[in-house]
């Protein structure tokens, strides 16, 4: 059993990791400095659940079965909203993204040319969102349910909007910067739910990963064209 204080001091240390990260990566220090507390951070939010969960609250490492429920949901939700992401971008066009100020991030973090880019999508898209299924379905979830599991699926969402929000809001404007962070905690709210049925975060993360697909898609384009 997971203890209620355990738990709550988990998710402390946890939850603010990539939000730090981001804050100081993208407008306080963006470049080397940035890169490196933006790197820190991410460790601290990658190997704290799992030395957490073993040496604090004594689970062993397994990895989970794929499980039978939630596939059919978590890949129609991520081909929903992608096609969404793409539309909006379509038919937002430049109003969508800033477009300089996108740029200016990309040549901070030495993302300014196509192969870069293309490396650093298929990072976020397969591997990145994995380990964030793992963080945030998975171990932020279930030290919730372990304070209150009525509202669990609500604050891991909620956690996993906060960091997303200091991100975009760096190169998108304030109304698609809303529109967006909109859809991060509702897709938050719908992966949660689905590791709570499944067992286990494979749909989940099959859905992430066609949304991130999307997004990294939409992005090429209207960096290279």
Avoid: Q
Avoid at 46 to 63: F, H, M, N, Q
């Amino acid at each position: 059993m997971i203890s209620r204080r355990s738990a709550a001091i988990a998710l402390a240390i946890v939850i603010p990791a990539p939000s730090i990260g981001a804050l100081v990566s993208f407008w306080i220090a963006p470049g080397t400095i940035g890169i490196a507390v933006y790197a820190l951070c991410k460790a601290v939010l990658y190997l704290t659940p799992a030395i957490w969960s073993r040496w604090v609250d004594g689970e062993r490492w397994k990895v989970s079965g794929f499980g039978k429920n939630g596939w059919g949901i978590g890949i129609g939700v991520g081909v929903a909203v992608g096609v969404l992401v793409v539309l909006t971008r379509w038919l937002l066009g430049d109003r969508a993204i800033d477009m300089n100020t996108f740029h200016g991030v990309l040549n901070e973090n030495g993302l300014s040319t196509p192969a870069k880019f293309v490396v650093a999508a298929l990072w976020l898209s397969f591997v990145n969102s994995l380990l964030e299924e793992y963080v945030f379905r998975w171990f932020i979830t279930s030290r919730f349910e372990a304070i209150t599991p009525r509202w669990a699926t609500w604050l891991s969402a909620s956690a996993f909007t906060l960091h997303h929000v200091i991100v975009l809001a760096k190169y998108l404007p304030v109304p698609t910067t809303v529109l967006a962070s909109i859809g991060i905690f509702v897709g938050g709210l719908i992966w949660s739910w689905l590791y709570r049925r499944s067992g286990c975060i494979w749909p989940s993360w099959a859905s992430h990963v066609l949304v991130d697909l999307a997004i990294m898609g939409v992005g090429y384009v209207a960096l290279f064209g």
